[in-house]
């Protein structure tokens, strides 16, 4: 018997780059969707994760770290993509950490000081905080500047509270129906999902800068009995970046390969063949016909 639904809602986890956004909706959904790695600005779309249970269905969004930079298009596009689901969502959850506030945290206050919805405000990275006095300071500014609903001490990374910040969170969900399956935990397409699971592992392997001159599409998904086929083309915007991602004698290529295959094993349950080549575009990440071209667009 399908489960009855009678609160539902739209939440955005808000936060400035490598805050634990992404590892925070993962916990919260109980599985892994979003990517994540220790490089900033790994999350670059808004992705939807879908939690249904107890007659609650709750519509985390995931959205990229709003930074104060606007160097280029996809900086601009970054921004954008978090900012514009302020005004969209039933509550939103400000992600910041225990004893570090930056300018960024400064520009999401103000984003959101007027917004219409209840927030809730996770004070994430707790774990690594021997003395909880220390978390006071940040605790009298936060209710001081923004007068939260609740403010939730949590460990994106253990797992720490979560199920207290889950409860808070439903509380101020509107009532309503169901909005999706209750067997589904994304919006997003597979090839999409695909695409995210190469780029974590470039992330991951490559340098401080390369990941953030790459992106990936695929290009061929086909399921052929119990096999799925994936090709996808990785683009880097320097005939040199296209050597690293390749590696000597390939070897970086494989192993990231290796390492997706893996992934996308566990996520799509089936046997996986991969085939990955490395193209040059120069100048995508600055180009806002490119970025659409390559699905980055500002659709919610």
Known sequence: MPMEIRK????????RPNVGKSTLMNHLLGQK???????PQTTRHRILGIHTSHHVQTIYVDTPGIHTSHKNAMNRYLNRAATSTISDVDVILFLVEGTRW????DFITEKIKGARAPLVIAINKVDLIDDKGELLPIMERLNKTLSPAKIIPVSAEKGTNIQELQSCIEEFLPEGGQFYPEDQITDRSERFIAAEIIREKLTRQLGKELPYALTVEVEQFKREKDILNIAATIFVERKGQKA???GKKGEMLKLVG???RIDMEKYFSMHVYLNLWVKVKEGWSDDERALKSLGYNDEF
């Open 258 to 260: 290796k390492k997706a």
């Open 244 to 246: 690293i991602v390749i």
């Open 33 to 39: 969707l979003s990517i994540t790695s220790h490089r």
């Open 102 to 105: 930056t300018e960024e945290d």
């Open 8 to 15: 539902s809602g739209f939440v955005t986890i808000l936060g």
